[in-house]
């Protein structure tokens, strides 16, 4: 009888109060997350405080590190 080809010999057992690994899409978004807060506030600085929403001023700040934050509290969470 010929194999699969998976090798379901290698399964790995966690502890069962041992967390689960990330999702493959976590990291993308964690860093996504940074840098699109650090380009948000770039932007901000080098439009001359005009962008990326015109009219709202220094909450233009507030937006890009909170994007920012958001992805650096992901890092909590990251196995």
């Known amino acids: 009888m010929a194999r699969s080809g998976r090798d379901d010999d290698t399964l790995i057992e966690r502890a069962e109060g041992e967390a689960a690994p990330n999702p493959v899409w976590f990291k993308p978004i964690m860093i996504g997350l940074m ?8 932007v901000f600085y080098i439009s001359g405080m005009q962008w990326p929403i015109p009219g709202i ?5 507030a937006i890009g590190f909170g994007i920012a934050f958001i992805g650096f ?3 909590t ?3």
Request: no cysteine; hydrophobic share 70%.
């Open 57 to 61: 001023g220094a909450w233009n700040l």
């Open 73 to 75: 509290l992901m890092t």
């Open 77 to 79: 969470r990251w196995r």
């Open 35 to 42: 840098l699109v807060g650090l380009v948000w506030v770039l």
